[in-house]
């Protein structure tokens, strides 16, 4: 069977550094806020060309201690894809702002940015921009529009660690990043983590506080934080991990390139190529008409497959304020996405059996 992904054997290659790392640190003696994590953000920094980085618990609160450090005015309206992990739209409740829904390219998945405008008011203040399954967001129009309208641009790159637009990583495409290091991610940790990336010092500092209970000085609190910290052993376990991240999107890279060119079926709708080379490939994601016949279909010949994701986040229990929105192209591609197994241990073997498969989905159906 070939997994939709199996962290164990992605992480067994660096196992004896790994455990090297945990032992380090173990025998250190100092686990929260250390050395560890001060090397970690200077090298994630330098890794993304940012200025700043800090280190924090997991991908959300990177995003939410984003929208507090802004200190947006109440009621400040939030643009944030339809179509995306429903963390990207919680940070933004969580902070006490108004997520305002925009439909995605189904082309590229990723926010619309001529579909952006209409939804800004004289409440707007910022534009979270997702780039969705490591595929960086059409960034010049969304430049050009926050420029116009005084919007600040945060990106959510969890899933994006690496991607580049125009030769810039993301990361470094707008006022502040959130990067999750959630073990499934393109560089995991073997927990929760996450960082922020930003090119403001201010902004920095704040988060910086934020994190650590709004506090520089132990015991004198500045502002009403939380505990949200990148533990010693994560940062270490990521340190071992980071010098082969630009080798294993390679890997990606040429996985996605051998999907794009020998997946041939008029039953699925692939993900464009334009920009193969500079996407880090997450998660391949096709489109099927008949989602669940496929998926079966592989499953039949050995082969899991996942959906990222089934339920639009204005369409969860959670948000049944935002159940009356209609946003028919959104819950088209979560009726439709399926992901294909791409990971950097996939043998050469193993994509020719997802290709042979997938190509012959499409005989079996046709007959
Ligand atoms: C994983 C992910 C997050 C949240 O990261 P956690 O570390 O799990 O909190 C946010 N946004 C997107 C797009 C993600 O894929």
Same mark, same amino acid.
């Given at each position: ?23 380090? &640190? ?22 993304? =060309? ?8 997991? =991908? ?27 963390? +990207? ?10 997520? #305002? ?5 189904? %082309? ?17 203040? %910022? ?19 926050? #420029? ?21 990583? %993301? ?19 073997? =927990?929760?983590? =996450? %960082? ?42 990521? #340190? ?12 990606? #890279? ?11 079926? +008029? ?90 498969? &997938? ?9």
């Amino acid at each position: 069977m070939i997994a939709h992904l199996d962290l164990g054997r992605e992480n067994r290659p660096y196992e004896t550094e790994l455990l090297a790392a945990a032992q380090r &640190v173990l025998t250190s003696g100092w686990y929260i806020l250390g050395k560890e994590l001060a090397a970690f953000e200077t090298e994630w920094a330098a890794y993304c =060309g940012t200025s700043h980085c800090l280190g924090v618990g997991n =991908g959300l609160d990177a995003l939410t201690l984003i929208f507090k450090a802004l200190e947006l005015p109440a009621g400040s309206e939030v643009i944030v894809p339809a179509h995306t992990y429903v963390a +990207s739209v919680l940070s933004i409740t969580n902070a006490g702002l108004t997520p #305002r829904f925009v439909e995605p390219d189904t %082309a590229s998945y990723n926010i619309d940015p001529q579909e952006i405008e209409s939804q800004i008011t004289e409440k707007t203040r %910022a534009i979270l921009v997702v780039h969705l399954y490591g595929k960086c967001c059409d960034m010049k129009p969304i430049w050009e529009l926050a #420029r116009r309208y005084n919007l600040k641009i945060v990106e959510d790159a969890a899933q994006a660690h690496g991607a580049l637009y125009q030769g810039q990583k %993301a990361g470094n495409l707008g006022d502040a990043a959130a990067f999750s290091f959630y073990p499934t991610k393109n560089l995991g940790a073997l =927990g929760d983590a =996450g %960082a922020v990336t930003t090119n403001d010092a201010e902004l920095a500092r704040r988060v910086g506080l934020l994190r650590n209970y709004g506090s520089e000085i132990k015991y004198y609190n500045e502002l009403q934080g939380t505990n949200s910290r990148l533990d010693e052993i994560q940062a270490a376990l990521l #340190r071992v991990k980071l010098p082969h991240l630009e080798a294993d999107n390679r890997r990606r #890279r040429h996985i996605a390139h051998r999907f794009l060119t020998e997946i041939h079926s +008029s039953l699925l709708q692939l993900p464009p190529a334009q920009t193969y080379d500079q996407d880090v490939w997450h998660l391949f994601v096709v489109r099927a008409r008949q989602r669940e016949e496929f998926m079966a279909y592989l499953a039949e010949q050995g082969i899991q497959t996942a959906i990222h994701y089934p339920v639009a986040p204005h369409q969860q229990a959670a948000y049944a304020e935002y159940h009356h929105l209609s946003l028919p192209l959104t819950e088209q591609l979560h009726r439709e996405v399926v992901s294909l197994p791409l990971y950097p241990t996939l043998t050469d073997q193993e994509v020719d059996q997802i290709i042979q498969a &997938v190509n012959a989905y499409s005989l079996v159906v046709a007959e």
